[in-house]
Protein backbone atom coordinates (compact mmCIF):
# COMPACT_ATOMS: atom_id res chain seq x y z
CA UNK A 1 0.00 0.00 0.00
CA UNK A 2 1.63 3.31 -0.84
CA UNK A 3 2.34 5.66 1.87
CA UNK A 4 3.89 8.56 2.99
CA UNK A 5 7.26 8.32 4.57
CA UNK A 6 9.16 10.91 6.39
CA UNK A 7 13.11 11.42 7.43
CA UNK A 8 14.29 11.55 9.93
CA UNK A 9 12.25 10.28 12.45
CA UNK A 10 14.07 11.98 14.96
CA UNK A 11 16.28 14.64 14.82
CA UNK A 12 17.78 16.77 18.60
CA UNK A 13 19.85 19.95 17.08
CA UNK A 14 20.62 23.43 19.11
CA UNK A 15 18.42 26.17 19.34
CA UNK A 16 19.28 28.80 16.29
CA UNK A 17 20.98 25.89 14.31
CA UNK A 18 19.13 25.41 10.82
CA UNK A 19 16.77 22.07 10.35
CA UNK A 20 15.12 20.18 7.28
CA UNK A 21 12.64 17.49 7.24
CA UNK A 22 11.60 15.10 4.21
CA UNK A 23 8.71 13.93 3.00
CA UNK A 24 8.38 11.66 0.05
CA UNK A 25 4.48 12.19 -0.71
CA UNK A 26 2.41 9.67 -2.33
CA UNK A 27 3.34 9.29 -5.68
CA UNK A 28 0.31 10.68 -7.70
CA UNK A 29 -0.80 12.83 -5.08
CA UNK A 30 -1.02 16.58 -5.70
CA UNK A 31 -1.69 18.26 -2.72
CA UNK A 32 1.10 18.36 -0.03
CA UNK A 33 0.94 19.59 3.89
CA UNK A 34 2.64 19.99 6.95
CA UNK A 35 1.78 19.72 10.53
CA UNK A 36 2.64 19.99 13.61
CA UNK A 37 2.04 18.63 17.16
CA UNK A 38 3.56 19.69 20.32
CA UNK A 39 3.69 16.99 22.72
CA UNK A 40 0.04 16.40 24.22
CA UNK A 41 -1.77 18.61 22.11
CA UNK A 42 -3.51 18.44 19.06
CA UNK A 43 -2.30 18.28 15.37
CA UNK A 44 -1.54 21.86 13.97
CA UNK A 45 -2.26 22.59 10.80
CA UNK A 46 1.32 24.73 8.84
CA UNK A 47 1.22 24.92 5.32
CA UNK A 48 -0.51 23.08 2.37
CA UNK A 49 1.02 23.12 -1.45
CA UNK A 50 -0.14 23.10 -4.30
CA UNK A 51 1.47 23.49 -7.70
CA UNK A 52 5.07 24.45 -6.91
CA UNK A 53 3.48 27.22 -4.92
CA UNK A 54 1.92 27.66 -0.91
CA UNK A 55 -1.93 27.63 -1.46
CA UNK A 56 -2.00 28.27 3.00
CA UNK A 57 -0.45 28.94 5.55
CA UNK A 58 -1.21 29.33 9.32
CA UNK A 59 0.44 32.32 11.30
CA UNK A 60 2.52 29.48 13.35
CA UNK A 61 4.15 29.63 9.76
CA UNK A 62 6.14 32.41 9.84
CA UNK A 63 8.98 33.37 7.95
CA UNK A 64 11.66 31.45 9.69
CA UNK A 65 9.68 28.44 8.13
CA UNK A 66 9.95 27.41 3.93
CA UNK A 67 8.85 24.27 2.03
CA UNK A 68 9.89 23.58 -1.35
CA UNK A 69 9.50 20.73 -3.97
CA UNK A 70 13.04 20.22 -5.14
CA UNK A 71 11.87 17.63 -7.65
CA UNK A 72 9.65 15.27 -8.30
CA UNK A 73 9.07 13.17 -5.37
CA UNK A 74 10.51 15.40 -2.01
CA UNK A 75 8.70 17.56 -0.03
CA UNK A 76 10.89 19.65 2.55
CA UNK A 77 10.06 21.88 5.27
CA UNK A 78 13.19 24.12 6.64
CA UNK A 79 12.81 25.95 9.95
CA UNK A 80 15.78 28.43 9.43
CA UNK A 81 16.79 28.95 13.15
CA UNK A 82 14.79 27.07 15.60
CA UNK A 83 13.95 27.85 18.74
CA UNK A 84 13.03 25.68 21.76
CA UNK A 85 9.14 25.68 21.23
CA UNK A 86 9.82 24.42 17.71
CA UNK A 87 10.13 20.94 19.46
CA UNK A 88 7.30 18.97 18.06
CA UNK A 89 6.36 16.20 15.72
CA UNK A 90 6.28 17.12 12.46
CA UNK A 91 3.93 15.34 10.07
CA UNK A 92 3.53 15.50 6.32
CA UNK A 93 0.48 14.93 4.17
CA UNK A 94 -0.35 14.35 0.96
CA UNK A 95 -3.68 14.40 -0.87
CA UNK A 96 -4.69 12.85 -4.23
CA UNK A 97 -6.64 15.33 -6.37
CA UNK A 98 -10.56 15.19 -5.86
CA UNK A 99 -10.57 13.02 -2.49
CA UNK A 100 -10.84 14.48 0.89
CA UNK A 101 -8.93 12.29 2.72
CA UNK A 102 -4.87 13.35 4.07
CA UNK A 103 -2.57 10.54 4.33
CA UNK A 104 -0.21 11.35 7.55
CA UNK A 105 3.80 10.18 7.23
CA UNK A 106 4.56 8.59 11.32
CA UNK A 107 6.45 11.96 11.77
CA UNK A 108 9.22 13.89 12.57
CA UNK A 109 10.31 14.28 16.02
CA UNK A 110 12.01 17.46 16.40
CA UNK A 111 13.89 17.97 19.62
CA UNK A 112 15.73 21.55 20.42
CA UNK A 113 17.83 22.34 23.26
CA UNK B 1 -8.51 30.01 11.55
CA UNK B 2 -11.79 27.83 12.56
CA UNK B 3 -12.05 26.46 15.92
CA UNK B 4 -12.91 22.67 16.42
CA UNK B 5 -14.47 21.89 19.76
CA UNK B 6 -14.26 18.22 20.36
CA UNK B 7 -15.57 16.16 23.51
CA UNK B 8 -15.02 14.60 25.69
CA UNK B 9 -11.43 15.22 26.29
CA UNK B 10 -10.57 11.76 27.54
CA UNK B 11 -12.90 8.34 28.69
CA UNK B 12 -12.32 5.26 30.24
CA UNK B 13 -14.32 2.35 29.57
CA UNK B 14 -15.13 -1.10 30.08
CA UNK B 15 -14.27 -3.95 26.62
CA UNK B 16 -17.43 -3.93 25.25
CA UNK B 17 -18.89 -0.84 25.97
CA UNK B 18 -19.94 1.29 23.39
CA UNK B 19 -18.13 4.67 22.82
CA UNK B 20 -19.42 7.82 21.62
CA UNK B 21 -17.16 11.17 20.91
CA UNK B 22 -18.45 14.34 19.16
CA UNK B 23 -16.98 17.27 17.51
CA UNK B 24 -18.92 20.86 16.83
CA UNK B 25 -17.83 23.90 15.01
CA UNK B 26 -19.16 27.39 14.90
CA UNK B 27 -17.70 27.57 11.35
CA UNK B 28 -19.52 25.13 8.71
CA UNK B 29 -17.09 22.60 6.49
CA UNK B 30 -17.74 20.32 3.70
CA UNK B 31 -15.61 17.47 4.83
CA UNK B 32 -15.68 15.70 8.38
CA UNK B 33 -12.82 13.37 8.86
CA UNK B 34 -11.97 11.08 11.79
CA UNK B 35 -8.61 9.60 12.66
CA UNK B 36 -6.89 7.71 15.48
CA UNK B 37 -3.65 8.04 16.27
CA UNK B 38 -1.33 5.46 18.11
CA UNK B 39 2.27 6.40 20.31
CA UNK B 40 4.49 7.93 18.13
CA UNK B 41 2.83 7.67 15.20
CA UNK B 42 0.95 9.69 12.47
CA UNK B 43 -2.84 10.18 12.19
CA UNK B 44 -4.46 7.39 10.39
CA UNK B 45 -8.16 7.77 8.82
CA UNK B 46 -10.75 5.64 10.04
CA UNK B 47 -13.78 7.74 8.28
CA UNK B 48 -14.28 10.32 5.90
CA UNK B 49 -17.61 11.86 5.78
CA UNK B 50 -18.47 14.01 2.55
CA UNK B 51 -22.30 15.19 2.58
CA UNK B 52 -24.54 16.79 5.19
CA UNK B 53 -25.73 14.29 6.78
CA UNK B 54 -24.43 11.26 5.94
CA UNK B 55 -23.77 8.17 7.85
CA UNK B 56 -21.62 6.40 7.35
CA UNK B 57 -20.07 2.90 8.84
CA UNK B 58 -16.55 1.08 9.23
CA UNK B 59 -16.62 -2.11 10.94
CA UNK B 60 -17.33 -1.14 14.47
CA UNK B 61 -17.20 2.81 13.54
CA UNK B 62 -19.94 4.71 12.92
CA UNK B 63 -19.98 8.80 12.08
CA UNK B 64 -22.48 11.18 10.93
CA UNK B 65 -22.29 14.56 8.89
CA UNK B 66 -24.52 16.69 11.13
CA UNK B 67 -27.33 18.43 9.13
CA UNK B 68 -26.01 21.49 9.64
CA UNK B 69 -22.23 20.68 8.58
CA UNK B 70 -20.95 22.46 11.91
CA UNK B 71 -20.80 18.67 14.18
CA UNK B 72 -20.26 15.31 13.42
CA UNK B 73 -20.00 12.52 15.77
CA UNK B 74 -18.00 8.55 16.28
CA UNK B 75 -19.70 6.02 17.63
CA UNK B 76 -17.27 2.77 18.44
CA UNK B 77 -19.51 -0.05 19.39
CA UNK B 78 -18.31 -2.99 21.53
CA UNK B 79 -14.69 -1.99 22.31
CA UNK B 80 -11.98 -3.87 22.37
CA UNK B 81 -8.55 -3.62 23.75
CA UNK B 82 -7.03 -2.21 20.84
CA UNK B 83 -9.54 1.14 20.63
CA UNK B 84 -6.97 2.33 22.65
CA UNK B 85 -5.31 5.50 21.31
CA UNK B 86 -6.32 9.36 20.55
CA UNK B 87 -9.20 10.09 18.09
CA UNK B 88 -9.44 13.02 16.53
CA UNK B 89 -11.77 14.75 14.37
CA UNK B 90 -10.78 16.92 11.44
CA UNK B 91 -12.71 19.81 9.32
CA UNK B 92 -12.50 20.67 5.86
CA UNK B 93 -14.13 23.58 4.05
CA UNK B 94 -11.30 23.89 1.13
CA UNK B 95 -8.76 22.01 -0.76
CA UNK B 96 -6.35 23.42 1.22
CA UNK B 97 -6.83 23.00 4.78
CA UNK B 98 -7.57 20.32 7.23
CA UNK B 99 -8.51 21.89 10.61
CA UNK B 100 -8.17 19.18 13.86
CA UNK B 101 -10.44 18.92 16.92
CA UNK B 102 -8.08 18.51 20.28
CA UNK B 103 -8.70 14.65 20.53
CA UNK B 104 -10.45 12.25 22.47
CA UNK B 105 -7.68 9.85 24.22
CA UNK B 106 -9.57 6.72 24.80
CA UNK B 107 -8.63 3.98 27.58
CA UNK B 108 -9.92 0.29 27.74
CA UNK B 109 -9.90 -1.65 31.08
CA UNK B 110 -9.77 -5.17 30.15
Known amino acids: EPEVTQTPSHQVTQMGQEVILRCVPI?????FYWYRQILGQKVEFLVS????????KSEIFDDQFSVERPDGSNFTLKIRSTKLEDSAMYFC???????????FGEGSRLTVL | GQQLNQSPQSMFIQEGEDVSMNCTSSSIFNTWLWYKQDPGEGPVLLIALYKAGELTSNGRLTAQFGITRKDSFLNISASIPSDVGIYFC??????????FGAGTTVTVRA
Open chain 2, 90 to 99: AGQLNDYKLS
Open chain 1, 93 to 103: ASRGQGGGELF
Open chain 1, 49 to 56: FYNNEISE
Open chain 1, 27 to 31: SNHLY
